[in-house]
């Protein structure tokens, strides 16, 4: 049975950091892709950040420059350092991970960031 489970959420100020960890067990299949998005009651899950396999990253406009995505192929771990935080990355954050078997998802840690 594949399982996600993130850790490191939690409450900030504006312009600390925090740093969101993921580890998946019960892979079977290559994973491809492993990233993270965010949810914010009311809207849709948007994505924040991923990384594939040959470690290429792909950041949303609103957190380049803040955030980075980094894998631990070895562990299937994936992390986010996010820095500068702002009131507005306040989110539900979810790891995800694609693999040839099927997409997956965490269960889903909060960020909040008080202005």
């Known amino acids: 049975q594949v399982q996600l489970v993130e850790s490191g959420g939690g409450l900030v100020e504006a312009g600390g950091s925090l740093r969101l960890s993921c580890v998946a067990s019960?892979?079977?299949?290559?994973?491809?892709?492993m990233g993270w998005y965010r949810q914010v009651p009311g809207k849709q899950r948007e994505l924040v950040a991923t990384v594939s396999r040959g470690s290429l990253t792909d950041y949303a406009d609103s957190v380049k420059g803040r955030f980075t995505i980094s894998r631990d192929s070895a562990k299937n771990t994936v992390s986010l350092q996010m820095n500068s935080l702002k009131p507005e990355d306040t989110a539900v954050y979810f790891c995800h991970i694609r693999t040839l078997g099927g997409v997956y998802w965490g269960q889903g840690t909060q960020v909040t960031v008080s202005s």
């Open positions: 019960g892979i079977t299949f290559t994973i491809r892709t």
